[in-house]
């Protein structure tokens, strides 16, 4: 996948993306097991898989973190030392 797949998973909510994240860590787990057995063509699936369960996983906290900032004030600190 792209970038463009990656702007794709940003639109998308969080319990799609954790859906997805669960697929796409089933493929992994099936292309790891059809190696040895030489079902699968292309070796390079299973980098792309990996990719795309990181930009899975980037795009999650980057929601979690972003609401976690949202719900929270935000705190000034004085200078004391003058």
Do not use: G, W
Request: charged fraction near 45%.
């Amino acid at each position: 996948m792209s970038a463009k797949s990656f702007k794709e998973f940003k639109h998308l909510s969080k319990e799609e993306l954790s859906s997805r994240l669960k697929e796409e860590k089933e493929r992994l787990s099936r292309l790891k097991f059809d190696i040895p057995l030489k079902k699968i063509k292309n070796v390079r699936e299973i980098r792309k898989t990996k990719k795309n369960i990181a930009r899975i996983l980037t795009i999650l906290r980057e929601k979690k973190t972003s609401s976690e900032l949202n719900s929270s004030p935000i705190k000034t600190v004085k200078n004391k030392n003058k």
